[in-house]
């Protein structure tokens, strides 16, 4: 055990381990990624968390930068759970449900606790989470927060931080803050005070009052974006000021989550599922705009392409033949609608009918439990794809997250197939089609110095396509490592330089996850590329990423 292991170990309550096979595990997340630690912290408290991090400032100060990563179940695809120095590791004992008002609905909970056992604790009281991503059986609420993640029903309910009322959170000096919304009077006694929390307020107030006119360029034509810090959401006309938005989706680049008060909403236990066959892109761009312009949005709209049909179809022929027989149609919706009468439930789907009829689109709707499982089949018949591939040749994420405003849907697809097209690459498509939402994973084998080679040249023609359409290269993900190299064509210079002084704010030494989000390039995630990839870690579950 080194000495910064032997010192943490007599400091804190949670264990430390520095063994090869632990580091060696914890070198990997659900990205293209490795980077070995160096020591594993298991934090029983907030107490051992607030140590460990003001030890590593201590150290920062004498001119040793020891990183800090924190890490949930390991689910990330961007490389943002993994790092050198220390990874704190969430789930062993901050996993618990501290507090649930009946009345409200609000619930305070520790970062490791899982998502999927959160929402069926929630369930038990008639309430949901809404913005659960598709990962949630084996993903933590830490990690959600972290990406300020989305799922299926977030086309209707939104994403993560649209549900975080407040956060306690551990800064890069070891202090703790209570972040949520503040008055204009109460953010006035924040920037009076003298520590390192009255510091941030200071700057963070300053930056945006100083850059108004280029903090509008974080305001996109998107329904969703993970990219960069919400500064554009921190400070409100009225004068209140919330740090969260900021917090949220930083993937502990800027402090550590140690407990997060969330909203809930009433669970709607009957719903409509909606199966539509689409032929061109042409159509299926009409039929979401119509959709999108509906009075009550469909909770969600989903899509699956003929090309992963056909994928799971090969691999599986079971999972979908009792829905779709071959030839596959080239593009699926599956719509879901959770109104709360029957009476209003069936009045959207009359008006749906009416679009699909006037598009000439094939669908049929079933309410009954057994059934509407059938159809949801399609869309996790991307499990089918994600577990398979041609010898060593794998679905790796690394254009699996991009966003365009839904206008621009058909446009994506498009550009999205003649990449591929071009580069001799077969394609399989699934996504959110109500936000223009897509993930996308190519299949390759990163072993291979052609495939390695062709990772960069893809990512480099994808996420051009995305920005030439007003998106953003993550809808739910974050950058991580992967993407951090076009954070400032998304932006600009000057609003990257804002993203920058935050980091720079609230972690000045560069401790906290250093390469993630900012300050990283493709030039420094080469040589960290795995030689090899596979979802070991989550073989226990299924992998619906």
């Known amino acids: ?18 063994g090869n096979d632990a580091r060696r595990h914890f070198s990997t997340d659900a990205s293209i990624f490795t980077i070995t630690p160096n020591v594993i912290v298991y934090p029983r408290n907030e107490n051992d968390i607030r140590k460990t991090t003001k030890f590593t400032w201590q150290l920062a100060e004498r001119g040793r930068v020891f990183p800090i990563t924190a890490r949930g179940s390991g689910t990330d695809q961007t490389g943002a759970a993994i790092g050198s120095g220390i990874i704190i590791i969430f789930p062993a004992h901050l996993n618990r449900i501290l507090e649930l008002d009946n009345k409200t609905g609000t619930v305070t909970v520790e970062p490791g606790i899982n998502y999927g056992k959160l929402q069926q604790t929630l369930y038990t009281h008639d309430r949901f989470l809404p913005p659960a991503p598709s990962s949630m059986e084996y993903s933590t609420i830490g990690g959600a927060l972290a990406n300020n993640a989305s799922g299926a029903r977030s086309l209707k309910y939104g994403s993560t931080l649209d549900f975080v009322k407040g956060l306690r959170v551990v800064l890069s000096n070891g202090d703790v803050i209570d972040a949520k919304r503040l008055s204009k009077r109460e953010l006035n006694k924040k920037l009076g005070l003298s520590t390192f929390e009255g510091e941030i307020y200071r700057t963070i107030d300053a930056l945006i009052e100083d850059n108004q006119e280029v903090i509008k360029k974080f305001n996109l034509s998107t ?282 704010t609230f972690d000045p030494h560069g401790i906290l996850n250093p390469g993630v989000k900012i300050g990283g390039g493709i030039d420094t995630v080469k040589p960290i590329l795995r030689d090899s990839y596979d979802l070991g870690h989550f073989y226990s579950y299924l992998p619906y990423i």
């Open 223 to 504: 329904t969703k974006n993970a990219a960069g810090y919400n500064i554009n959401l921190v400070k409100r006309k009225d004068g209140s000021f919330d740090l969260t938005p900021l917090l949220v989706g930083s993937q502990g680049t800027l402090g550590l989550i140690t407990e997060a008060t969330l909203s809930t909403l009433q669970r709607k236990a009957n719903t409509t599922l909606i199966l539509a066959k689409l032929e061109t892109l042409a159509v299926l761009q009409q039929v979401i705009i119509e959709i999108r312009k509906l009075p009550e949005t469909p909770s969600m709209v989903e899509i699956v392409d003929k090309n992963l049909l056909d994928m799971a179809h090969k691999y599986d022929p079971g999972l979908i033949s009792a829905t779709l027989k071959e030839p596959m149609p080239n593009f699926v919706l599956l719509i879901e609608l959770d109104n709360e009468s029957d009476h209003a439930q069936k009045k959207l789907l009359k008006r749906l009918s009416r679009i699909f009829k006037d598009n000439a689109v094939q669908y049929h709707s079933e309410t009954e439990a057994h059934k509407k499982e059938e159809l949801w089949k399609l869309r996790e018949s991307t499990t089918a794809v994600l577990l398979h591939g041609e010898g060593s040749a794998k679905p790796i994420p690394i254009i699996e997250d991009g966003i365009v405003p839904p206008e621009n849907l058909a446009k994506f697809m498009a550009g999205v197939y003649e990449i591929f097209k071009n580069n001799n690459m077969p394609i399989s498509v699934y996504g959110h089609a109500g936000d223009g939402h897509l993930h996308i994973q190519p299949i390759l084998d990163i072993g291979q110095v052609g495939h390695r080679q062709k990772i960069f040249k893809i990512m480099d023609e994808y996420y051009k396509l995305v920005l030439n359409l007003d998106g953003s290269i993550t809808g739910e993900h974050g950058e991580g490592r992967l993407r951090t190299a076009y954070l400032p064509l998304q932006y600009g210079a000057d609003a990257y330089e804002i993203l920058r002084k935050i980091k720079e």
């Open 1 to 18: 055990m080194n000495k910064i292991a032997q010192y943490l170990q007599g400091h804190i309550n949670g264990e430390i381990i520095t």
